[in-house]
């Protein structure tokens, strides 16, 4: 009989499988991390040590001269502004809209839910297409207006599925009942008593909502016009992909640095500026989001 406190030597091929483990998530670690790092140290490096690729994993000659053109630039301020606009209260209708239609599909005495919830199924799969949802947007007298980025992807079908899935398997049924004896309303019960004990799923569908606009450009390319309405990654995309570099951002800037590579060097900080926010935001919401996905993973 083996002694108290006594460890199990484990098998050598165990420890050799676990050893492969690590040494395969520490690859895997440095090539998702390499490519992040090396975009923040060409950032913070001067155009001549990018252009030359002296720049491989820290700063050479540090500057902040691509970050100071770029919080000179009116249109990327402009961008800036309109995509918190648009994420803030983008997601903030995304979630009105999807708990509204998802909380009364989990009730079991709601009558026709199940025939409700094949009519959202079959939108995942066939959809109007892209120029009658223009001609509708159209229609309504939302283009080159905020509102054509938002009402046209009010919810996600697969956000509602979830978050149904949520509610159906996590609010015990026995809640409502108690709270209708009490006189609880409906609504004051979902207000009361399902949201509070729905905050893991809501920082679920609310970082993936908030992601989804912070990230959306191609709406802007179909709905808007006016430059004063474009967000943050349609002006990147025009900075980074069509090669159109702001004006503004290279006013102050010398020729002879322009020709060792300064718009280089303001792409990559671009790409850092445009990343920054989601990446502070996740931390924040990171224990609720594992343990929303679990729930809506495993439960059903």
Known sequence: MQAA????????????????????????????????????????????????????????????????????????????????????????????FTILLAYPLSVKKFYGRNAFMILLMITMFFSGGLIPTYLLVKDLDMLDTRWAMWLPGALSVFQVVIARTFFQSSIPHELSEAAQMDGCR???????????????ILAVMGLMYAVGHWNAYFDALIYLRSEKLFPLQYVLRNLLILNSSDPEMLANTAGKIREQGFEQALKYALIVVASVPVLVIYPFVQRHFVKGVMIGSLKG
């Open 5 to 96: 406190g006594t460890k199990i030597k484990e098998p050598l091929g165990d420890r050799l499988f676990l050893l492969a483990i690590y040494v395969f998530l520490t690859l895997l670690m440095m090539a998702v991390l390499y490519p992040l790092v090396y975009i923040v140290s060409s950032s913070l490096s001067s155009p001549r040590a990018v252009v030359s690729g002296q720049v491989w994993l820290y700063p050479v000659e540090f500057s902040l001269r691509a970050y100071k053109s770029i919080f000179q630039s009116t249109q990327l301020m402009y961008g800036y502004y309109n995509t918190i606009v648009y994420t803030v209260f983008g997601t903030l209708i995304n979630l009105l």
């Open 186 to 200: 409906d609504a004051r019960y979902l207000i009361s008593v399902v949201l509070p004990l729905s905050k893991p």
